[in-house]
């Protein structure tokens, strides 16, 4: 499932800040900035009228946001020490809040401190609603809520604390983050792939793949201890102005790392970290670990590859010592950030000849032997492969179960199957680029044995002798249930298939 922000498109081969020319392909198929000029994105939109429609503007606000942001990028990417100080204006314009309106919309969500839902503003008025976020941001009167702190279960039993801004908040979030991301990913490096435009997990692990069969045999397999709840403000501030100096802009990020959350009715200031689930905190994420993917390929390269997707990130090396020594280096580098590697989570892994393995965004990733080579040439050579995780085959197993209860055995199976589809297609997407041919056999398999056990349970008594061999899967299928078997569409062709 590729995670991406739209709009900023960025060419194939820039050079970077640092003097080397390391951002091949940094997005594949971008195309290259528009306009030669930054200054010419400074022009003010004007706002809806009150009468307006609840999805207004169309495609056009978008294509003049698109605009603006290759524009920024382009002038950040000419100068890589420029402080950008006029930002501001363009937050509250009329086509940046549309389009970070139409992106709240979409990632929908639940309502705030406030109580103010999205069906709410629609019910209200989309473009009322715009024009007086607008009018509040331009007058210098907007004020940052408290986050609303909720709970969602991880795998491992504990809670993840999430932060859920009020909807006011969000669109504002998502108006600065689309004028500062194009300024910050300008600067970005390409060991960085999580929440990026035209960057996605499914890359990473590409990455790690082609690094296994070239002789990446060790990993460092990496885990920051409460990452979210641990970034330093101002050490996070230092870092967005050694490219922001527009102190308005400066001062709305602040407001919502100082916020503060709601639980229980009881308000607590946050003094470190960002919250999980705000519009903003992915992107301020990426700037704070910025500096381990510029140190990290300025000093220590030689040592591995680093592959970060936002707090999540291993360093893939040839030998035991320089997987020894990447960690020794890490650290050194969290203890400047003022954090710290889970002593427990964090380890390292020896890949080859297929000995050990490691998680990584949701899969599984293990050396195996090419049964093809061997049996064409007689050769032991190991390739790494991926296919979903444990977790992640309980947590897609737990979710069929939710929606195929016993209680539903009486509901139209059909509505049944259109519930499941969604969440097959979404997972089959996910990790039909791997080698998940067993797991996706597995899984279908117990789609159907759920689906058989609501039929059964709803002819109860009246079930006949041989009546259940008719719900196969092939019955199920031509009611549309989505199958996952046959799916599977590698990314690549191994490169030894290719000399064959």
């Known amino acids: 499932m590729q995670r991406e922000s739209e709009g900023i498109e960025v060419p194939q081969t820039v050079r970077l800040s640092t003097g080397t020319n390391v951002v091949t392909n940094n997005a594949a198929g971008g195309k290259g900035p528009c306009g030669d000029r930054a200054e010419g994105a400074g022009k003010h939109e004007g706002m809806p009228g009150r009468t307006g429609a609840n999805d207004p503007g169309g495609d056009a606000p978008r294509d003049k946001v698109r605009q603006l942001q290759r524009q920024l990028w382009a002038a950040a990417k000419r100068a890589p020490g420029r402080r950008f100080h006029a ?48 009018s509040k941001l331009q007058a210098g009167e907007y004020r940052a809520q408290v986050v609303r702190r909720r709970y969602i279960p991880k795998a491992d ?84 102005v050694r490219r922001v100096s527009d102190r308005r802009v400066l001062k709305l990020l602040r407001q919502w790392l100082e916020a503060g959350v709601m639980e229980e009715g009881v308000v607590r200031p946050t003094m470190a970290g960002t919250p999980q689930g705000g519009v903003i905190s992915p992107l301020l994420s990426n700037i704070f670990l ?39 280096r890490i650290k050194v580098i969290m203890a400047r950030l003022g954090l710290e590697l889970h002593p427990e989570k964090t380890r390292r892994v020896e890949l080859y000849d297929g000995k050990a393995g490691f998680d990584f965004l949701g899969c599984y990733l293990h050396k195996r032997m090419s049964g093809r080579l061997w049996e064409r040439d007689h050769k032991r050579l190991y390739f790494l492969q991926r296919w979903p995780s444990r977790r992640a085959m309980q947590r897609v197993r737990q979710r069929v179960k939710e929606l195929t209860p016993r209680s539903r055995c009486h509901a139209d199976i059909r509505a049944v199957i259109g519930d499941l589809n969604p969440v097959l297609r979404g997972w089959g997407n996910y990790f ?67 000399a064959a």
């Open 87 to 134: 930002l501001y204006d363009h937050i509250w314009r009329g086509d940046v809040l549309q389009e970070a309106w139409r992106r709240v919309r979409r990632n929908r969500g639940a309502a705030g401190v406030d109580g103010q839902s999205l069906s709410s503003v629609e019910q209200y008025g989309v473009g009322r609603f715009l024009e007086e976020l607008s």
């Open 157 to 240: 039993g504990r809670q993840r604390p999430l932060g859920i801004p009020t909807v006011r908040d969000r669109v504002v979030q998502m108006a600065v983050k689309l004028v500062l991301e194009p300024v910050f990913e300008a600067d970005f490096l390409p060991c960085s792939y999580g929440f990026r435009p035209k960057r996605s997990a499914m890359m990473a692990l590409e990455t790690l793949r082609k690094l296994g069969a070239k002789g990446g045999h060790h990993v460092l397999d990496a885990d920051i201890r409460d990452y979210f709840g641990s970034i330093d403000h101002e050490k996070l501030m230092k870092l967005v």
């Open 290 to 328: 910025h500096v381990l993917d510029v140190l990290w390929t300025r000093r220590s390269a030689q040592l591995g590859t680093l592959v970060r997707y936002a707090d999540d990130f291993v360093v893939m090396c040839r030998t035991v010592k320089d997987c020894e020594r990447a960690e020794a």
């Open 432 to 498: 039909r680029t791997g080698n998940a041919t067993r797991q996706f056999g597995s899984l279908d398999s117990y789609v159907v044995r759920r689906l058989q056990d609501l039929r059964v349970k709803r002819k109860g008594r009246q079930l006949r002798a041989n009546e259940a061999k008719g719900w196969t899967r092939e019955y199920f299928e031509r009611l549309g249930l989505h199958r996952l078997r046959g799916t599977i569409s590698y990314p690549e062709r191994p490169f030894w298939t290719e």
